[in-house]
């Protein structure tokens, strides 16, 4: 005798069955119930009351009939999509039509049942894993689609259930992971502390201020399940809000973690839909790497990447740098943090951290890195810095007392340069002095201007000429253009020009330092220097 709580689809199966039985043979009848047309929409319904709405749809090709625990099974190949991510695996529907299980790619399994608690085994005693080796091209989403191990059933009541019209339910049960080197992280170590956070959905004109209770519970590889904290309390404010609520976990044990979160366990709400309450989710847990960050020295570099003059000048930009050694076997990504503090400041002010930086080099097995950042000191006095590693402590280290060192540079004010050429020398070649004052036509020969920066602070990029009058002209001529790069205030810097002496008489050379003075100097009247000398 059929019954309105019957699951609808087994009515269906039964009154096209007894439509088909007569003129059928016992092999024909035992294969109607697996086709596409009975087994899919079964599916979809079932997703549909799972939680997913009409925003999930399965299209599975049968495969044919294989046994089961204890029925004949459907076995079925395809995909189900759910706003927009593919999910690729297998299904399997048994006889009764009242049991499903779903098998990802990546293993991981979910059960539907109608008429009560479902495990896999009940339906497949053999596990239905894909082997690595039959894997499809589509990847499996980060998130795979997880259906929750609910009890369904599927009814057409006369009558509604509540007098009110509300649904509170899960939708998405997550592991926070941190972001390393600016892409997610893919794995979860043991000993370091995550977040589980559950997604929320209020729904119906009925659902403002009830409250209910939220908890969380976690079972360990080999365990089972363990509260996780305490029992919370929540009110809905609103129709259709979306709520979060986080629970913190440390694994200490690699291996499978089961998660799961239970929305009004105590059943003290009547909701519309009293099966989509708990959401599970599985993760794996790996060994921490072997990584030990340590930095070993920090120096300050000029901007040619000479080392900084010390005092260094106010108003120029310099290089803080720091060596970094991972002395572990695993290569591991360096996240710095740099502060500063000028000489009046009482605390430190972040110079560049993980937001500035960019993407992080990686370090390990002893191997040394450089990492650093620009600054420009504003006023004379004394400037600290502290360099610090893995600050979030993302990795578990074996020694986390040697992530951070500290240095200082003492600036003083700074002034104006003053290029001055001290001497134009004669030499035979670019290594030695040529000492005679006297050129023998025919040879060739090199000056050397030297000129000194007098002033306090360095010159920045300027050109000089060096011209020369040949015996017997009256015009001065172009010997040499030069682009000098940054003289350094106190150094001294070189031009060597090579010329030949290609007829007796008197040789004249002039040579103007910053020739279009685009170097403001502290002294302009000093940046000529004249060499006289005659060839015979």
């Known amino acids: 005798m059929l019954s309105l709580n019957h699951n609808p689809w087994q009515i269906m199966f039964l009154l096209f069955t007894a439509l088909l039985l007569f003129g059928c043979t ?306 591991a990504p360096i996240e710095p943090t740099i502060y500063w503090k000028g000489p009046r400041s009482q605390s430190w002010d972040v110079l560049t951290d993980r937001a500035l930086y960019g993407r992080f080099p990686s370090s390990g097995n002893g191997r040394a890195v450089d990492v650093g950042w620009t600054f420009m000191p504003a006023e004379a006095g004394r400037y600290e810095f502290r360099v610090v590693i893995d600050e979030r402590n993302i990795f578990a280290e074996t020694n986390e007392n040697n992530n951070a060192l500290e240095a200082s540079l003492t600036t003083r004010q700074s002034g104006l340069p003053d290029l001055h050429p001290i001497v134009i020398s004669l030499l035979n070649s670019t290594r030695g002095s040529y000492r005679e004052l006297t050129l023998r036509t025919g040879n060739r020969y090199y000056i050397d201007v030297a000129t000194n920066n007098i002033g306090t602070l360095e010159a920045g990029r300027h050109t000089n000429w060096i011209l020369w009058m040949q015996p017997g002209e009256s015009q001065w001529a172009l010997l040499n253009t030069s682009n000098v790069v940054i003289t350094r205030a106190g150094n001294q810097g070189h031009n060597i020009i090579p010329f030949t002496a290609s007829r007796a008489g008197l040789y004249r050379f002039e040579a103007w330092i910053d020739f279009w003075n685009n170097i403001t100097e502290s002294n302009e009247n000093n940046n000529v220097v004249r060499l006289n000398i005659t060839a015979s």
Not at 97 to 116: M, Q
Not at 136 to 154: W, Y
Not at 170 to 181: C, Q
Not at 310 to 328: D, E, I, K
Request: net charge neutral; hydrophobic share 35%.
């Open 26 to 331: 016992s092999e024909q009848v035992n294969s109607l119930w697996c086709t596409k047309q009975v087994v899919n929409p079964i599916i979809n319904t079932y997703l549909q009351q799972a939680g997913y709405g009409d925003n999930v749809s399965a299209d599975l090709e049968v495969v044919g009939q294989t046994a089961g625990t204890n029925k004949p099974l459907c076995s079925l190949n395809g995909t189900i999509t759910y706003n927009g991510t593919l999910w690729r695996g297998k299904a399997y529907v048994d006889q009764s039509l009242t049991n499903v299980l779903l098998v990802s790619e990546d293993g991981t399994e979910s059960c539907i049942s109608s008429t009560g608690a479902c495990r896999s085994t009940d339906i497949l005693s053999v596990s239905a894993f894909y082997p690595s080796s039959k894997k499809s091209s589509i990847p499996t989403p980060i998130s795979p689609i997880i259906i929750p191990r609910v009890n369904l059933t599927i009814i057409t009541p006369t009558t509604p259930a509540c007098a009110e019209t509300l649904d509170y339910y899960p939708y998405i049960l997550e592991v926070d992971l941190p972001i390393i080197a600016n892409a997610w992280a893919r794995n979860i170590t043991i000993n370091k502390s995550y977040n589980i956070t559950a997604h929320f959905m209020h729904k119906g004109p009925d659902a403002r201020g009830k409250q209910y209770s939220i908890r969380f519970y976690i079972k360990a590889p080999g365990g089972s399940w363990q509260p996780l904290g305490e029992r919370q309390m929540h009110s809905s404010m609103s129709d259709n809000q979306v709520y979060q609520l986080r629970k913190e976990f440390t694994p200490t044990t690699p291996g499978r973690y089961e998660l799961k979160v239970a929305l009004d366990e105590e059943n003290a709400i009547c909701e519309t839909n009293e099966s989509n309450n708990v959401r599970t989710a599985s993760i794996s847990v790996v060994n921490q790497p072997r990584v030990d960050f340590a930095v070993r020295s920090i120096r300050f570099l000029d901007s040619d990447g000479t080392a900084a003059p010390s005092p260094a000048t106010t108003g120029l930009r310099y290089w803080v740098n720091a060596s970094v050694v991972n002395s572990q076997p695993d290569s």
